[in-house]
């Protein structure tokens, strides 16, 4: 083969990616696909090499950063990048490479079974998809003929295929990261450097804090009675505390707030109690509604029931990977630390919702899928947020969800109104700050407004506000499993409104192993 040759062109002009229309930053990765296709029929070492690559998850998904890969020699031959210049003119290679530098390519999971695992590059040349921004249709280039297709939102391939896109969990480290969090760069060459967009994206170095949802959730679909993270062996659990306080609750009506007896050992016989801070509030369960999956796949439909061939459900999800979803907790602590806290986690589509498909033929023998049906289902994050401590948070956090599209940042400020409880008085007998009385005691509670600065991300699928109260329960019932011991089912905060795009449980859950119980 013989290399495409043309002038070298000065890049000083060329637009950055942050200055790009979506409709160029689509044509330059439509150009960048139709090459990596063709280089890719013709070249059984370089399928391999991309299946490797994509098998590492520097970014805990099955994702290539182009920057990241184009100069590694292949077999101790050509790059990546010489490779492509076979197939497109040098300067206009290096014009995409200045203007995409998160310029990704993606191998997705399909239901035809073609996967990162089960692809076999010595034998199976694949089809380029281009993930467009602003748009849900799909240009898909076959490798093979040079075809070129349109798919429509909610038509999935039956067949090999790749994804060009943008990388979402990346950011050049000339950028703010998202929502302040600071992270290192993890990888530098001679024009940009690069950083996670969140420490949870780091695939490089896996630590606890940045286990994937393979790691950190078993299948969902079992009753919310917790997952024990850190056995990681998909046993539910909660703590005994929570047990014990939804027993008092049940055997005394009038003692409404569980988790005084969870985080101050309050009960209508102990009327003081310190601190315990061997418990944080804990995301133990996520689930999307039915209007919650519409949201993030852009569909209008109902996925419950859509009418086969239609489009009333239909999605793209499986050009992009994992969902990366955000909560941002508010809970604006007297101490003068930051007002909100940011959670994050990813999930497979095949994690938060199951899919029905049928196989359709659309282009002579070339197989499709499309939806048939789709169901919501749990999701155990397993996340620690902080513990409740009364006598510096209010009396009520909220939580924003988002799924994550782009990592800018939006800043605002906001009047913030909390309530917190007033009933803590120093006691000698405890050598300590101690809750005097349960709920609020005799003192009441206060009222503080202030002015906070709040960040949130641009351009993500805004999912809604849910809102958690200290006095909200923990356990609302149990189910009897007999001969078993019964099964205690946890509170889902309210819904309505934006709200009812997700659920979400959340409950105290303890450091120490012992402390919790095992189902």
Known sequence: MSGVQSCNKDLSSVAPVSTLTPNKINQLQTVFAKSLGQALKQDPELRAFLQTESLKQFDQDYDILYQMVKDTPINNGETLRERLIHY???DELASIEHQLPLLTIFIPTLPSGFSPETWHPAQEVPSIA??????????????????????EPGVIPGFPTLVVKQNERVVLS???????????????????SFQFSAPAYNGIQKSISTKTSDEKSKAAGSSRVGYDSQSGDGTFTMSYRNIQAYNIYTVDPSYQWQRDFVYYNLSPTTPKGRFRDSFRETIRAFRLSNAGIEKISGSSGNPTTPTIGSSNFTTNSWTDGRYEFLIVVLFNPKDGSPPQTNIRFSAKPSEVYDINYQIRNLWGSVNYYTVTSVTPKEFHPEIAIAAWDLSNFGTAWTYHVYEENQTVVHTEQQRVST??????????????????????GANASTTNEKTVTLQF???????????????????????????????????????????GNVYLSVEPYSLIPSENYVQ
């Not at 000339?174 to 940009?192: A, R």
């Not at 309530?419 to 609020?440: H, L, M, P, Q, R």
Request: hydrophobic share 30%; charged share 15%.
């Open 130 to 151: 281009v993930r467009q921004l602003n748009d849900g249709k799909t240009p898909l280039f076959n490798a093979v003929s040079g075809e070129q297709t349109i798919i």
């Open 88 to 90: 497109l003119p040098t």
């Open 457 to 499: 991300t641009e351009g993500s699928t805004d999912l809604g506000e849910k809102i958690s109260y200290f006095y909200d329960p923990i356990i609302v019932n149990t189910t009897s499993r007999y001969p078993f011991s019964p099964a205690y089912n946890t509170y889902d905060l309210p819904t309505g409104g934006t709200a």
């Open 419 to 440: 309530t917190y409880a007033a009933n803590f008085e120093y006691d000698a007998s405890f050598g300590a700050i101690v809750k005097s009385g349960v709920k609020f």
């Open 174 to 192: 000339t950028n703010t990261p998202v929502l302040g969090e600071v992270t290192k760069p993890f990888y530098q060459n001679g024009q940009f």
